[in-house]
């Protein structure tokens, strides 16, 4: 018996089973590496679900993150440390937020979402929009706005008034939506590019019928960049390519380069007043530690410029797949390193749980698509590598699949 299946029989006894059997236990990562317990590396292209940033162990964020500990740790939010009051000047100006801006922390992006549920109750309003795909968390009232019937659905009956999710990407069904109920739409909650529905983009004419139906009706727009943003699709936030100015967005993931944070950022003056004092609150959000972390990873992003990598590696990627003989790959969505490889075929669990045993973590996010997010700084090599292997891991028999510079044997479909 390896290390690994005992602690997973240890696992299964001492954990709470939401999650099923974890793939792997993992010990250690060094940039687009990690490590199991048994000693076998992967190369990492989840990232964490696109949290990892800059990669596993990155030198200046756990500098940044010991030097922190060593001398404060926590204060509560009777008091604020001055990391906590660069990070949200930091991203202020990253979202181009308008003056009389304003950030919350939380630890998650879940509670990012609570947050941002609570500023839309104080526009007077109950009503919430969100999309079909949609995912935004899963603490009870982020959960009402995910769209996944099987997330929701043992939880009923959620928070009230939120609308039936419409179709995302259609501008006639949020048209129809604000015409039959824009005047008890208090927000209107949408990502830029739904990750966990499959790597779904919305286009920019998307986001910019948002702005104005939202505007018009007196709702806000709230853009869930807790996926998207930092950096992720080659720019700071997903919605910056759409040029539209939102309400509010939502941030967490990517932000804390593997520490727990999540933000709430709030644009303009009219919404920024909308919570106050005493209205919200949280005992661990913009703990001086994911404070730190946070500046360590935005540090790099601008000093390094990594958004620019992100777009000369995202399309290398795209390109290499798309490129591919074998006719088994339909399409690539996303930007920048969110990407969706959309298959043929129902294959994707397979392929991932293939790809692992050939040392590469990918997502099986759907069945038929494979969403990696790697590292921001997935270095040029490691993406050809992958690419290398993927004619392999795509093909149909696990024989076929060959050598592709990784341990283990191929294991056959899960489904
Ligand atoms: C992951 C995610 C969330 C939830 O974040 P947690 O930190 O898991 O609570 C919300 N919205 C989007 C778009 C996400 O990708």
Redesign the pocket.
Known sequence: MTTASALLDRYEHSLLGVFGRPKLVLERGAGDYVWDVDGTRYLDLLGG??VNSLGHAHPEVAAAIAAQAGRLMHTSNFFTTPGQVALAERLLTLAQAPADSAVFFAN????A?EAAIKLARRTGRSGLLATQGA????TTG?LALTHKPAYREPFAPLLPDVLPHIPYHDSRALAAAFAEHGDSIGAFIV?PIQ??AGVLPGDDSYLQLARELTTKHGALLIV?E??TGIGRTGRWFGFQRAGITPDAI?V??GLGGGFPI?ALITFGPAVTGMLTAGQHGTTFGGNPLACAAGLAVLTVIERDGVLQHVQQVGAKLRDGVLGLPGGRVAEVRGEGLLLGIGLTSLTAPAIAARAQDAGYIVNAVREDTIRLAPSLLLEPAHAEDFLGALPGLLSESSEAAGPVGGQGTPSPPQD
Request: aromatic share 4%; charged share 25%.
């Open positions: 679900l696109a998650s992006g879940t509670e979402i995912f935004h968390g899963r982020a990502e990750g966990e869930d807790i996926q939502t967490a993931k999540g």
